[in-house]
Each structure stands twice: as C-alpha cells, then as structure tokens.
C-alpha cells in the first residue's frame, strides 16, 4: 500500500526539477521572469557623487539606491523598505532631498549627488552629525544616515519658503518649529523610536544656523 500522494517514478521526476533549479543562477532565473528573458538594457549615466564625477554602465532598471550602494559601494546609504515608506534611503540630489529606491539612476544624467559619505567624515563631522552625537540621536544608526540627509533638506525647504501640511500661512515667512520638522521628516521611520533626540539634534543645530 502507497500512502504518498505521488509515485516513486513522480518523485523522481520532482527531485530532479528541483535540483536543476538550485543549481541554476539566480539570475538566470531572473532573466527568464517577467520581461521573457530579454537580457537588460545598459545605458551609461554620469553622475557627480560627493563632489567626484563618476560614470556608471547601468541596467536601466537600476534605482539610484543600488547604483550608489551596489556599484559605487556607498553604503552608507541604507536600504529599509526599498518602496519609498521608510526613507532609509534619503539622499540630496542637486541639493533637494530624495528617496533614492524610488528614483532610476539613469533619469539623473549630470545630476550631483550628496550621500552621507559627502557630508561629513569621522575625523571632521558635519555640524549636524556632531550634533546626533551629542543628543543621542540614534541606537542602531540604520536610519541615520537618511535621517541626517533629510534633515539637510527638510531645513533647506523652510530655508527657500516652501510651505508644509503644517504650514498655518503659507502666504507668510516658512518658519523653523518642532512641529513643521516633526511633519517635514515624517517620511523618516526610526524603528528604535529615536525620535525625540533626533528633534533636539536637528533643533540645535538649525537654531545654530539661524
Ligand atoms: Fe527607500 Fe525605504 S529604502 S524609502
Ligand atoms: Fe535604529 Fe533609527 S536608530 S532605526
């Protein structure tokens, strides 16, 4: 009596499908997925990182994000939820804050680049990192970098008068307030719930600034 639900000859059959499969690249299986196995399309994108021109030959699929990560190695820039929800990703592109998984590299030809590598160093910190330090603000430092990148550009925005949700006359002065940082840097997920150093930080320095 067989109580398995396929033959012996089946199983064989199965095995030897699976084992195929695992040894088959992933992208080779990637390649034969949805596109029909169409190998991709290479562009070449020049980009201005950190202040250092570089020129990448890119799959045009390729999100800003893994083009700084993967290819220029530029880690510090963090891949959270790599959808656009956690803003691990943020970086400046020609100086305006940007999630950078949502964005292709190639739609950035001569665009300058600043990740958290450009804004400071460990030997001469940006203000705004040193005042992370000082605060606190941060416990496993994931979202950090996105956090500081965001902050650069959200205090950038109030800077140039652009108005937020928060903003009660838009037709006034655009104003540094713990409630237009807390509404500017929503998009900024702390999963360690850093959050209230991260406003002392950012709020130190921005009234240094002013
Ligand atoms: Fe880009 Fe989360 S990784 S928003
Ligand atoms: Fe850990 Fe923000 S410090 S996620």
Request: aromatic share 4%.
């Amino acid at each position: 009596m067989n109580d398995l639900p396929v033959s012996r000859r089946g199983f064989l059959k199965l095995t030897a499908v699976s084992a195929t499969l695992a040894a088959t690249p992933p992208w080779v299986a990637r390649a034969a997925t949805p596109d029909g196995g169409k190998p991709p399309v290479m562009q070449a994108v020049t980009l201005e990182v950190n202040g250092k021109p570089a020129t990448l030959t890119l799959d045009t699929r390729t999100t800003l994000l893994d083009a700084l990560r993967e290819h220029m190695h530029l880690t510090g820039t963090k891949k959270g939820c790599d959808h656009g929800q956690c803003g691990a990703c943020t970086v400046l592109l020609d100086g305006r804050r940007i999630n950078s998984c949502l964005t292709l590299a190639v739609m950035h030809q001569g665009a300058k680049v600043t990740t958290i590598e450009g804004l400071g160093t460990p030997d001469k910190l940006h203000p705004l990192q040193a005042a992370f330090v000082k605060h606190d603000g941060y416990q496993c430092g994931y979202c950090t970098p996105g956090q500081i990148c965001s902050a650069v550009g959200a205090l950038d925005e109030i800077r140039r008068d652009v108005p937020s949700h928060v903003t009660a006359d838009v037709s006034s002065k655009a104003a540094f307030s713990t409630l237009e940082l807390r509404e500017r840097m929503s998009g900024n997920i702390c999963r360690c719930g850093a959050y209230s150093n991260i406003v002392e930080a950012v709020t130190e320095y921005a009234e240094g600034q002013a």
